[in-house]
């Protein structure tokens, strides 16, 4: 007998009987379904819970200042610092040489004096003051998914734009803006120089027109103001064009103000940490708090697991209760098979093809079903996040090898279960089948 013999009538024994082929299906099913449905929403709300513990950048990532670290920076999460170290690109070249990080992203501010709009000498009152000073924090933001920033609204500047600007909420606060109407409108910074003049020490600026582009939520440096690393580093030589500005405009006393450090997994976050805090830099992550939350999240998708286990093991016995009455009925059709030379293992291997069968087209529709019922979780809570004037948060996500592992363990857990149903059909003997029968 060959595989398609085999396969031809495990077919056939499930058309013979719809109902209880239908109903074992079903419960394989239902089985998949809601083993699928919660670890698809256990792993985006762990993923969610993680990246708020780290402002929306990567769980990985170690924030480093200019500064010193004083003895007991490595035994905690918060920063520090101890008197002010400079970073240079030496530092920096040090650091991306760790066979422990992923990436570097150095960090640069600078002082700037904000203008918020109206502009010119008709402009009219605003809640907010004319100007302001303020920092201005520039970035790498082709490599924003690494950095701790969560767009609030609209979206990020381009990398390289020195015409774009993301703002936090504390420029609304001075220009007495919403977050509705800050999007697309325009800035004037001012980006001081400190001169010696006839009468002493005088200031004077280079002024740059730039849009906002977005709002954000950023923990890579205190400013305001977001933009690339293109225009902080412009503002930056301009600054050092001139003489120290004193307690007002003081010169940098550090090329960079800090970097963001990408561990390459969280196993290695203590790793680069203890590194960096070696080369003398005050540091900060959510090592240990995020190492908490892990644990706790591990529990509940343990917790989960098992829920969906129970679910799989009812169906398992579905499949195996479905195979013992199908060897029940089937005794005569055994015995005539073997009488015409049907080995053991050609009868084993038909049972285990109807199990597999049954467990390939439940664990595909159970797959489906799941994914569709994340995403309608996912639904009903931005609806009701959207409601309460909160973020949202993305379900529904696919993963194939979540997709892969529930289709290709249903279907392994049905052929188990259908082991010793097929083993007792295949130890008949033809005169017991066809007497029994």
């Not at 918060?78 to 400079?86: H, I, V």
């Not at 800050?182 to 600026?205: D, K």
Request: aromatic share 4%.
């Amino acid at each position: 007998m060959t595989w398609l013999d085999s396969l031809t009538l495990a077919s056939r024994s499930l058309r013979r009987r719809p109902g209880r082929a239908l109903l074992t299906i079903l419960a394989v099913t239902l089985g998949a379904t809601l083993l699928v449905a919660l670890a698809s929403v256990a792993a985006s709300a762990g993923s969610r819970i993680v990246s708020k513990l780290t402002n929306g950048g990567p769980a990985t990532a170690v924030k480093v200042t200019a500064s010193k670290a004083d003895a007991d920076q490595l035994y905690t999460d918060d920063l520090r610092a101890a008197g002010p170290k400079a970073i240079s690109d030496a530092t920096i070249k040090s650091v991306r040489q760790s066979s422990h990080v992923a990436s570097v992203i150095p960090v640069i501010a600078s002082r700037i004096l904000a203008v918020p709009p109206p502009f010119g000498s008709s402009a009219t009152a605003t809640a907010g003051p004319a100007a302001y000073g303020d920092t201005m924090v520039g970035v790498d933001l082709s490599q924003a998914r690494n950095l701790p920033v969560t767009v609030l609204s609209g979206r990020l500047p381009h990398p390289g734009s020195l015409t774009e600007v993301a703002v936090t909420e504390s420029y609304l606060d001075h220009s007495g803006m919403s977050v509705a109407t800050a999007p697309g409108t325009q800035v004037e910074i001012a980006e001081p120089q400190a001169f010696q003049g006839p009468s002493g020490l005088q200031y004077r600026a280079r002024w740059v027109r730039v849009e906002i582009v977005g709002l954000v939520s950023q923990q890579v440096s205190s400013g305001a103001f977001l933009v690339s690393i293109e225009q902080a580093q412009l503002a930056q030589r301009w600054a050092l064009a001139g003489v120290d500005g004193g307690d007002v405009f003081p010169l940098p006393d550090s090329p960079y103000a800090g970097m963001i450090v990408v561990a390459s997994s969280l196993d290695d976050v203590h790793a680069v940490r203890q590194m960096i805090t070696g080369l003398g830099y005050a540091n900060t992550a959510p090592e240990h708090l995020v190492a908490s939350v892990l644990r706790y999240l591990r529990v509940v998708d343990i917790v989960l697991a098992g829920i969906g286990a129970i679910a799989l093991g009812i169906a398992a016995l579905r499949v195996a209760n479905a195979l013992v009455a199908a060897v029940r009925e089937r005794r005569r059709e055994i015995g005539v098979l073997k009488a015409i030379g049907a080995r053991d293992r050609d009868i084993l291997r038909w049972f285990l093809l109807e199990a597999f069968t049954v467990g390939l087209v439940g664990g595909l529709l159970g797959t489906l079903a799941g994914l569709l019922i994340a995403l309608w979780v996912g639904v009903s809570v931005n609806t009701y996040l959207t409601e309460q004037g909160l973020q949202s948060i993305q379900f529904g996500d696919v993963s194939w090898p979540l997709i892969g592992a529930a289709i290709l363990g249903t279907s392994l857990l049905a052929i188990a279960a259908g082991v010793v149903p097929a083993l007792q059909a295949a130890r008949l003997s033809p005169r017991e089948a066809v007497a029994a029968a």
